[in-house]
């Protein structure tokens, strides 16, 4: 086989081979990439059964995408034999790294957390592996856990997430043995599975649990000389505890694997995410100190602590503490509903300006998947965003954003490794929720804020569909640079500026090359792009273009995504694409309904189709997801304005500048407000105040001397030379239009019109919202117009 080109995969050397497979390192010719081929045995390349199986592996293994699982690239047929191409790994099996010793005890725990994240991945698609055992279980050279070898493996019933055991598991030659013979798969089989019962997850969380025990021990968990012994042992005997075995044990990992290993099912692990929530306090605990000791935890937040304590002290806060955790642990704890939560952003004291990103970005991670939890309200990250680096109080933080409790986290990187320490605190009296420490190397930044949000899912105990589950278990990438330039896109997104939002697609797209599979990246780049079109004219074609394109591939990859779906609106509604547009604002809504984004979105576009009414649902939505936001509050006064209530739309733009002073949309809404109110000195100086914030100066100067020399119309004829040059790069044809409509000159206005039709120009959505059309529509040309652009009548 060496040298041999399979498809168009040259095979280069073999790796190694089992009873279900030989496996060979070969070169993928058309990527240019390594890869591990792995072919049937020529023995059993004739068999039915034994293709079928292999084939399943693949169709069970390439259904999943976690970076605990070996990723499958293809499957194909050569010659009439069958091959898989899989990831190349470079490390060892469990089985070698083991060595009939016990591994460290900080590899166990790291290895097992690993293995059980993967694993949790595979059961929340409805896959069992069936053949857990530390030949299928790889360590690569960076001490990465990854799960091989589903040939075993059968996809169930999502619903009642089981398998069926059919098509036996222990017949065959693979699984005898002779005496003295050394046994393999039997020796780590569920009591289920040794029964021929039918199968679930749990069988998979008792053969870990055999793996467990080897990796910290070095020894078998039920050994024998025969399968029938073994099978004895698994049904009727329990190991020796593997504390006896290796002093360095300590009694609650006995305790964890002693879980692990019931015989009994139904008082096993019943999820995989409840094994390694063990393990995990576990890692914390003895992190903190020896392994033989138990952590007692502080009533006092770690972000409110204060080192006081010295010599003697430290005993009586000791004795002090020890009280506390009787009294919170040993006592019922008092029932807590918890509706609404706020992410406050991240700290971190690295004193690293490069680790910014990484804490806001985890921040607004854990943020955007918890807003997809069902019945979870979920403040926006811009709302939690004016706590940042104020060390807030959370009760202050619950009563300002209405929330029940509140989220801190404090990120710490060291080398290639990245640490939160996560709390989550009631609003009403600052008290301890829930709390966790995470730690993962930086190329498991993605999955860490899974974690985080899973966590937190099961503690508030919210009720998660099958496809919830597995839409929460799934990282959003394995790339550790794609998700690092995913984090710099949304933190140069979040500054919203047309400069910011040209950096930030640049980040977005450089996350893509780097991950042609990061469904959220494409929705960046989406967003992005369909704002940066409206707010440059002179880049719109191109951007819309890209953003359409990206929007396409966000939903083929991930239909779930509502920011894809709020960009794939937002392109239908500037093109005109109107009766398209509203069923994607809508879906985005559907899919997040903490995504305060897209009701204010949907308020504006129900703006510009007259629906006034309709508009201000959205926007009161939209601010009650985001109530410190000067957008939000800026929103509302652009739907007074559409209803002509001039005076209410003044007081919202007014508080929205009083959030945030520098909200050019607020002054947008001032201007046309105080204007058509008559009051034009104030007019003008907003105007003048957003010119200013827009990196134009001199024009609001400018602006300035024409109305003290010409007045209000002399400023819109000022307006009219400026905007309807062809060459400039802030030539409109509709705003050229709504100067000579507020100059009454009715047939310039017209003409105008129909040359912003021609350009098919976006800011004409606001032809029926704008007041400065107002004195236009009894003019039958008006209703023509409105028309041909296809509005909604």
């Given at each position: 086989m060496i040298n041999q080109t399979i498809s168009h995969y040259r095979i280069i050397e073999k790796l190694g081979g089992g009873g279900m497979g030989v496996v060979y390192k070969a070169e993928d010719t058309r990527l240019d990439r390594f890869v591990a081929l792995k072919f049937l045995p020529d023995d059993l390349a004739q068999d039915r059964q034994a293709l079928e199986r292999f084939r399943r592996e693949a169709k069970a293994a390439s259904a999943l995408n976690h970076p605990n699982i070996c990723t499958?690239?293809?499957?194909?047929?050569?010659?009439?034999?069958?091959?898989?191409?899989?990831?190349?790994?470079?490390?060892?099996?469990?089985?070698?790294?083991?060595?009939?010793?016990?591994?460290?005890?900080?590899?166990?725990?790291?290895?097992?957390?690993?293995?059980l994240s993967g694993l949790e991945a595979a059961h929340a698609k409805g896959i069992v592996h069936r053949d857990i055992k530390p030949a299928n279980l790889f360590v690569t050279d960076q001490a990465q856990a990854k799960i091989l070898d589903f040939g075993l493996a059968k996809q169930g019933n999502r619903e009642k997430e089981q398998v069926d055991a059919a098509g036996p598991t222990i017949t065959g030659e693979e699984n005898l043995t002779s005496p003295g013979a050394a046994v393999g798969t039997v020796a780590y089989m569920s009591p289920e599975q040794v029964a021929g019962k039918t199968l679930d997850p749990r069988t998979d969380l008792f053969s870990f649990g055999a793996v467990l025990y080897e990796m910290a021990t070095g020894r078998q968990a039920f050994a024998g000389n025969t399968t029938g012994v073994i099978f004895h042992s698994i049904l009727e005997k329990n190991p020796s505890a593997a504390s006896r075995i290796n002093p360095e044990v300590p009694a609650r990992l006995d305790e964890i694997i002693a879980k692990a290993l019931e015989k009994d099912r139904e008082v096993r692990y019943q999820h995989a995410s409840d094994f390694r929530a063990d393990l995990k306090r576990l890692r914390r605990d003895t992190s903190a100190g020896s392994s033989s000791r138990v952590a007692v935890p502080t009533t006092i937040p770690w972000w409110r602590k204060k080192s006081v304590l010295a010599g003697t002290a430290v005993a009586a806060a000791m004795l002090i503490a020890a009280g506390l955790l009787v009294s919170r642990f040993a006592l019922p704890a008092k029932t807590q509903t918890i509706h609404s939560v706020a992410v406050l952003p991240f700290t971190g004291s690295s004193g690293n300006p490069d680790a910014e990103f990484l804490q806001d970005g985890i921040s607004i991670g854990v943020t955007d998947a918890l807003s997809e939890l069902p019945g979870l309200k979920v403040m926006s990250s811009s709302a939690a965003q004016h706590y940042a680096g104020k060390n807030p109080d959370p009760q202050k933080v619950g009563s300002d954003l209405k929330v029940d409790a509140v989220l801190v986290g404090k990120i710490e990187q060291r080398g290639d490794t990245i640490s939160v320490d996560a709390e989550l605190v009631n609003a009403a009296d600052s008290s301890h929720i829930w709390g966790e420490q995470y730690s993962e190397k930086m190329v498991d930044a993605a999955v860490l804020q899974q974690e985080i949000v899973r966590d937190i899912s099961q503690k508030l105990r919210l009720k998660l569909s099958g496809e919830e589950k597995e839409h929460l278990s799934k990282p959003p990438t394995e790339n550790a640079d794609a998700y690092r330039f995913y984090l710099l896109g949304r933190h140069e997104f979040?500054?919203?500026?047309?400069?910011?939002?040209?950096?930030?697609?640049?980040?977005?797209?450089?996350?893509?090359?780097?991950?042609?599979?990061?469904?959220?990246?494409?929705?960046?780049?989406?967003?992005?792009?369909?704002?940066?079109?409206?707010?440059a004219p002179s880049l719109r074609e191109t951007a819309f273009a890209k953003a359409r394109a990206a929007s396409a591939r966000a939903l083929a990859l991930d239909d779930r995504s509502a920011d894809a779906h709020l960009a794939m609106a937002t392109i239908h509604w500037l093109s005109w694409e109107f009766t398209a547009a509203e069923p994607e604002f809508r879906r985005a809504q559907e899919l997040n309904p903490n995504f305060a984004s897209a009701p204010q979105a949907y308020s504006t576009y129900l703006v510009t189709m007259g629906r006034y009414s309709d508009a201000r649902d959205a926007a009161d939505r939209g601010l009650q997801l985001d109530p410190l936001s000067s957008y939000a509050n800026a929103q509302e006064g652009l739907v007074s304005a559409a209803q002509r209530d001039w005076d209410r739309a003044i007081a919202e733009a007014q508080k929205a500048l009083g959030i945030d002073p520098n909200s050019v949309f607020a002054y947008s809404v001032l201007v046309g407000s105080y204007e058509h109110k008559g009051m034009y000195d104030q007019s003008i100086d907003a105007r003048g105040r957003s010119l200013a914030l827009m990196g134009l100066p001199e024009g609001g100067a400018e602006l300035k001397r024409v109305y003290a020399t010409s007045g209000i119309n002399g400023v819109r004829r000022w307006s009219i030379a400026l905007l309807s040059d062809p060459a400039k790069s802030n030539y409109s044809a509709t705003y050229t239009a709504v100067n000579y409509a507020l100059l009454n000159d009715k047939d310039n206005a017209f003409l105008w019109l129909g040359k912003a039709y021609q350009r098919h120009e976006s800011e004409l959505i606001f032809l029926k919202a704008d007041a400065g059309f107002d004195n236009l529509r009894s003019d039958p040309r008006y209703a023509d117009l409105v028309r041909r652009i296809g509005f909604p009548q």
């Open positions: 499958i690239h293809d499957i194909g047929e050569e010659n009439g034999r069958a091959f898989i191409a899989m990831e190349l790994l470079e490390g060892e099996t469990l089985r070698q790294r083991i060595g009939h010793k016990p591994l460290d005890y900080e590899n166990v725990l790291d290895l097992a957390i690993q293995i979040d500054l919203y500026s047309p400069e910011h939002f040209m950096r930030a697609a640049d980040y977005f797209q450089k996350a893509i090359d780097k991950d042609p599979t990061y469904a959220a990246a494409y929705g960046g780049l989406a967003d992005t792009n369909s704002i940066l079109g409206f707010f």
